[in-house]
């Protein structure tokens, strides 16, 4: 079941899309199909989904995390038909166990989904059948029931579907009414079509074919044991069973060579360690980290740091630096707890070292350019919060960092300006609002561009505040 706060964030998401709704003009759903909508509008759809989830969810940036998953997704991506989108995950911060793609080629994992499955062919399984209702336009065939469509109405549908279960569906059907309900599920033929096509896309990218069964499998048993919130292609259809069996008899009828495929699942075992450590439960995460090999270790440490047990976690990070010296993310962690307990000379030796082995790591730079800042360089850490934020340009604590770092050189109007970015991307539009009229106010000593582009975003931001 959703948290009460994440069923909050879930009601606000679908009232606002009915708001869009009633902003966009209805036209006879055959116009959908012949030109009525065209491929300029479901991008703009996506990206406004887009900017409506980044407005409600969580989003982890960690690119430990985001990088893996959107590796998946690109390797899945090259085997399918060519398509009209750029494909692009992001990685919801709920325990929810769901993945859901909609138009415009935005793909959406939740965190419970990675951390209940075993391997990475599983994950990947499960992206594939979500890939593939995108692909066969299943969204679009829900609307041809309804009378008239909006592009609104196409965005309430896509919540629907994405949220699943009762929470979703039944807030979306009570906005729009009976008449379109048939739009919020996808359909018996529809989930196996995908599951068939997933499964060709899976076998395309190389991946071992039971990652789907397996993966299925697995979030039955889940949805079983605990009542955990499933995907509606679980929960909707009481045949799940026989969609399995036909899965694994068409498996059957591949060759040895492809049934065979191993997959490495180093890369899958980091990330869900990591997610365990920095999101899980801290007993039942405990509980997984009882091991003296450095990712165990690492993630004691981590563990044990949240519950502010700081000697037990500092001697976690010291086994688990011993037991792997030259791991990235170990050293990134590391480093990260010692700069959040204030031993800057070993935080700026560990996380350098983290850089050097991982330059992507941009998490591993920004705690170092915290930790410049903090000892006095800001010139510095200047340097780093840049880099940063061309990965991760709506990450609202690292605007605040380098905010902070600006207002000590003296730069208010930089200040100002991130800020406002990071009211933005917090979601409080009190801030956000009094933020900007404060940068607005000191533009003329600030870059032009810099304070055009933070006014773009303010704009696309307070169109939907307003709406809400």
């Known amino acids: ?133 995108v692909t066969q336009h299943h969204v679009a065939s829900r609307l041809e029931r309804a009378q008239f469509v909006t592009l609104g109405s196409l965005l309430l549908a896509i919540a629907g579907v994405a949220v699943g279960g009762s929470s979703g569906g039944a807030i979306a059907v009570g906005a729009l009414g009976a008449g379109q309900s048939a739009m919020l599920n996808y359909s018996r033929i529809d989930e196996t079509e995908a599951d068939q096509i997933g499964l060709q896309y899976l076998v395309a990218a190389g991946y071992p074919p039971q990652g789907m069964v397996d993966g299925f499998k697995v979030l039955r048993q889940k949805s079983w044991m605990s009542g955990t919130n499933v995907p509606t292609y679980l929960s909707t259809h009481p045949a799940i069973g026989d969609r399995i069996n036909g899965l694994q008899a068409r498996i059957q009828g591949m060759g040895k060579s492809v049934q065979g495929r191993k997959q490495d699942n180093k890369r899958f075992t980091r990330v869900k360690t990591l997610l365990w450590a920095r999101y899980g439960d801290e007993q039942a995460a ?74 992507r790591d941009y998490m591993a730079s920004f705690f170092y350019a915290r930790m410049l800042d903090e000892t006095g360089r800001q010139a510095q850490a200047s340097q780093y919060y840049k880099e940063v934020l061309r990965y991760v340009p709506e990450d609202a604590e690292v605007h605040e960092a380098y905010a902070r770092s600006l207002g000590k050189t003296g730069d208010s109007a930089g200040a100002y300006i991130h800020m406002a970015y990071s009211a933005l991307y917090s979601n409080n539009k009190k801030q956000a609002e009094r933020y900007f009229n404060q940068a607005k106010a000191l533009s003329g000593k600030a870059n032009p561009r810099d304070f055009q582009k933070l006014e773009a975003a303010y704009k696309e931001r307070k169109e939907i505040w307003d709406k809400n």
Do not use: W
């Open 286 to 359: 405990q509980q997984r980290f009882s091991g003296k090999d450095g990712l165990s270790c690492m993630g004691r440490g981590i563990v044990l740091a949240r519950i502010n047990r700081v000697t037990e976690a500092n001697k976690a990070f010291d086994e688990a630096l011993a037991a792997s010296p030259n791991d990235p993310l170990v050293l990134r962690e590391a480093g990260a707890f010692h700069y959040r307990k204030g031993d800057m000379s070993r935080a700026d030796g560990l996380l350098r070292q983290a850089m050097r082995l991982d330059p």
């Open 1 to 133: 079941m959703l948290h009460r706060s994440a069923v909050r964030r879930v009601m606000a998401l679908l009232v606002l899309l009915l708001f869009l709704t009633a902003q966009l003009v209805a036209v006879p759903a055959q116009a959908f199909f012949f030109g009525g909508v065209t491929i300029k509008d479901e991008k703009e759809m996506g990206h406004k989904f887009d900017v409506m989830v980044r407005s409600n969810m969580g989003i982890v940036e960690d690119p430990e995390v985001s990088l893996y998953v959107n590796q998946i997704v690109d390797r899945l991506v090259k085997t399918l038909p060519p398509q009209p989108f750029n494909f692009k995950a992001a990685v919801i911060l709920h325990n929810a166990l769901n993945a859901f793609a909609v138009p415009g080629g935005y793909v959406y994992v939740f965190t419970g989904l990675i951390m209940n499955l075993e391997k990475e062919e599983d994950l990947a399984g499960v992206l594939a059948h979500e890939l593939a209702h």
